[in-house]
């Protein structure tokens, strides 16, 4: 039986066991196989280009340094996808599908949710502040729950669905940049959130399509913040940082100040643009493009660009025809033009949502389009500010294929579900429904049982 078969028999199992309680299965019939062991963590990668799984065991979470160790990681080439939303469900989860398989075989496990990290959809930010009364008494748990129902009660975005709800910054008496207003004495707690949300439509069919490949989706998570918490040193969210994912397909930005994200940006292109102009510059397929720009695609000039040539195949069935044949001047006049544009179109989205980026803040980039040699100088170039090459840093002991930029958003999703940064709401009220005011955490009142009682029905 495939694992896929596993995750089937599982879900027969958990719609079944309440009724078929104590019976025994009839004669020559397989028992239904019980759900996988609790305490696993999988991350799901829905890009453009690949769909990468990756495993984590109970066991490896290392509390000391935050870093957590892989037991799984399976990767497949995308099929169905584009800017995070499905345009094909079938070929969509049967790569899913694979993807996740080739993880648990590698892990010996079985699993039976996902956490998904998705770049392009749309992914769109806003914040919403509110104010609470106090009354001159030390705040409370209480009165931080009174200041998220009141932000909550503003988080209404018509045919959008919100997949993170943070908590930029705290202020009493109108003063700022409060990290835990706990015990402090004033008159009025504000609260200022950042609510990260995407298409209402690309949501329902991303929970649909993994579905389809016998699996729960258990959290949505905004690629740049993924790729973020797994490539961001602290100093860097401290001081000031724009990390940008640059996928297939989309470019995404989390811009980070005081150590908290305070604004998720998204354009919709990416490494695959650079591709398909490639193959329209040169008249090659789009496999011959994707293959020259991964061997000689640069975005830069070089030394010896017009003695040297590269050779793509061209299009059609003539298997007789010669290659083209041009300069790599050539080829780099194509690149560049396009990975310097979508610096721009970025830099001028950022610039008009308002958002207050710190002057020394560096760009630390990602994304499996980021490896194109050039790439960090034009971005030094277009933004004038400092940039470097972002890897997974906390997740030793990954193979080198998986070690590199690529794979930061789905190192990210775990290390965020354990270390954070948290919502301000449990995810699986996230997942569950439209967020409102009586999705505020209710901790605070009552004795201390009650209250982890209450914790306990929530997370578990």
């Not at 560049?336 to 721009?344: D, I, K, W």
């Not at 277009?382 to 190192?411: E, I, Q």
């Not at 429904?433 to 209710?442: L, R, T, V, Y």
Request: with cysteine; aromatic share 2%; proline share 6%.
């Amino acid at each position: 039986m495939s694992r896929f078969e596993d995750r089937q028999a599982a879900k027969h199992f958990s719609a079944t066991h309440v009724q078929t309680k104590g019976a025994r299965p009839a004669a020559g019939e397989t028992p239904a196989r019980p759900p996988a062991a609790s305490g696993l963590i999988a991350s799901l990668d829905l890009g453009a280009s690949k769909i990468g799984c990756f495993i984590m065991r109970p066991d490896g979470a290392r509390q000391a340094d935050q870093s957590i160790r892989v037991a799984g990681v399976g990767y497949v080439q995308s099929k169905g996808i584009r800017a995070g939303s499905v345009i094909d469900m079938e070929a969509a989860s049967q790569a899913i599908a694979q993807a996740v398989e080739r993880a648990e075989a590698m892990a010996n496990v079985s699993i039976q949710g996902v956490r998904v990290t998705i770049p392009g959809a749309q992914t769109a930010s806003h914040k919403v502040s509110a104010q609470v009364s106090l009354g001159l008494k030390p705040i409370s748990d209480l009165d931080l729950n009174r200041a998220i129902a009141s932000a909550l009660a503003q988080v209404r975005f018509p045919n959008r669905r919100a997949i993170h709800l943070l908590p930029v910054s705290w202020s009493v008496d109108d003063q700022p940049g409060v990290r835990d207003p706990r015990n402090l004495t004033g008159r009025a707690l504000g609260l200022e959130l950042l609510v990260v949300t995407i298409d209402e439509n690309v949501f329902n069919n991303i929970i649909q399509c993994v579905s389809l490949a016998h699996l729960e989706v258990q959290a949505i998570v905004c690629a740049p913040l993924a790729a973020a918490v797994a490539a961001l040193e602290e100093d860097e969210k401290e001081l000031g940082c724009i990390c940008i994912d640059m996928g297939a397909s989309s470019t995404t930005a989390a811009i980070f100040a005081n150590g908290t994200l305070v604004h998720v940006d998204c354009l919709n292109v990416g490494g695959a643009h650079v591709t398909a102009d490639i193959a329209r510059g040169l008249s090659t397929t789009l496999a011959g493009a994707e293959r020259i720009k991964t061997l000689h695609g640069s975005a830069i000039a070089s030394a010896n660009e017009d003695r040297e040539t590269v050779e793509a195949p061209p299009r059609g069935d003539d298997r007789g025809g010669a290659p083209i044949t041009v300069p790599r001047s050539i080829l780099k006049g194509i690149i560049a033009p396009r990975v310097e544009e979508t610096f721009e179109l970025l830099r001028e989205k950022i610039k008009a949502s308002g958002v207050q980026i710190e002057p020394g803040a560096g760009i630390v980039l990602t994304g499996g389009a980021s490896q194109l040699a050039g790439v960090r100088e034009l971005a030094i170039r277009v933004f004038d500010r400092p940039c470097r090459l972002g890897k997974p840093m906390r997740v030793p002991h990954l193979g080198d294929a998986a070690a590199g930029p690529s794979f930061a958003a789905t190192a990210g999703v775990i290390l965020r579900t354990l270390y954070g940064p948290r919502d301000v709401v449990p995810v699986k009220k996230i997942m569950a429904a439209k967020i409102g005011p009586k999705d505020a955490p209710s901790g605070g009142t009552g004795n201390v049982i009650a209250r982890v009682v209450d914790w306990l029905k929530t997370n578990l």
